[in-house]
């Protein structure tokens, strides 16, 4: 089960935590890696890690390079520039790779007519196989470079079905990225249920909009929470009925309860840290979806 939202900050990190406490036998799988938190509620303790590389950066090799310039003019990212050195002839420069700015694109490999260019593996991004009080967990460093956090968020789904073939365990809990990027088809191919969480907001509608053709288009059954669903109950309503007309399922509420934050300062799940209020409504909801 994949739990999503349209963007940051709408609650399911806070659900995913508190799931982490109500199932049994599950891996928990943090798959919002361009934004993680989740380990800061659970604090895993890292037990493996392994780099992962999506793709690799140029790297200029100057004993070739006669300095012609081909690279930097057809470079549309930027990332080729002219630098001259200390101690040189003014005029002698050669040109040099931004590292960050470099997209992977191999063009420069490809066009350079010395063969001056090479291709390298470049790895920013780590993988995580941790252990909680919950339960093993999955779940990644991502590194400056952006570009690859779809593939990382699959390398990190594979990694947690292995681990739960490993130790026997029949279900994969998904903090899935916020948004609606690769990431986040990523986070929901090949899940068995989406929970979509929702702020009652005009924001929250058009997420909702956008994420019931996503899951249609995979053919994924969707619920829908709505979080502090009090706060508007007219557009609670409306966010629900149009969960209807879309052919998904209206899970439940959540409502507005300063307990989710006071249990997130306290480094713990709000069904852990309180009763009554917002950790019963999260309960109801876990019991929906364990009888589904």
């Not at 406490?21 to 303790?45: G, M």
């Not at 590389?53 to 549309?76: D, Q, S």
């Not at 929470?225 to 959540?254: F, H, Q, S, Y």
Request: proline share 3%.
């Amino acid at each position: 089960m994949a739990v999503v939202s349209g963007r940051g900050g709408a609650g399911k990190t806070s659900i995913v935590a508190s799931f982490a406490l109500l199932a049994k036998r599950k891996v928990l799988v943090d798959c919002d890696v361009e934004a993680a938190n989740l380990h800061l509620i659970l604090t895993p303790t890292v037990e493996h890690e392994e780099d992962f590389c999506a793709g690799g950066k140029a790297r200029i090799r100057p004993e070739r390079c006669t300095a012609c310039g081909f690279c930097m003019r057809l470079c549309r990212f930027g990332a080729i520039f002219f630098k001259e050195e200390m101690g040189k002839t003014p005029g002698m420069a050669k040109p040099v790779i931004r590292r960050l700015l470099c997209n992977g694109c191999k063009l420069c490999v490809r066009i350079c007519p010395e063969e001056a260019i090479d291709f390298e593996p470049h790895v920013e991004s780590r993988m995580l196989v941790s252990k909680t009080d919950y339960g093993p967990m999955v779940h990644a460093r991502l590194g400056m470079d952006l570009k690859n956090a779809g593939q990382l968020v699959a390398a990190v789904r594979k990694k947690a079905r292995s681990v739960a073939a490993e130790k026997g365990l029949d279900q994969v809990i998904i903090d899935g990225s916020s948004g609606f990027g690769l990431a986040v088809s990523q986070s929901i191919t090949g899940t068995d249920l989406v929970l979509a969480v929702f702020e009652p907001n005009v924001s929250g509608e058009q997420d909702f909009l956008r994420l019931a053709e996503l899951t249609a288009h995979f053919r994924i059954p969707l619920m829908v929470c709505v979080n502090k669903w009090d706060l508007n109950k007219e557009m609670t309503e409306k966010i629900e009925d149009l969960t209807i007309e879309r052919n998904a399922r209206p899970l439940g509420r959540v409502r507005y309860d300063r307990n989710v934050a006071n249990a997130m300062i306290a480094g713990k799940s709000v069904v852990e840290f309180a009763r009554g209020g917002a950790a019963d409504d999260i309960r109801k909801l876990w019991e929906k979806i364990s009888e589904s």
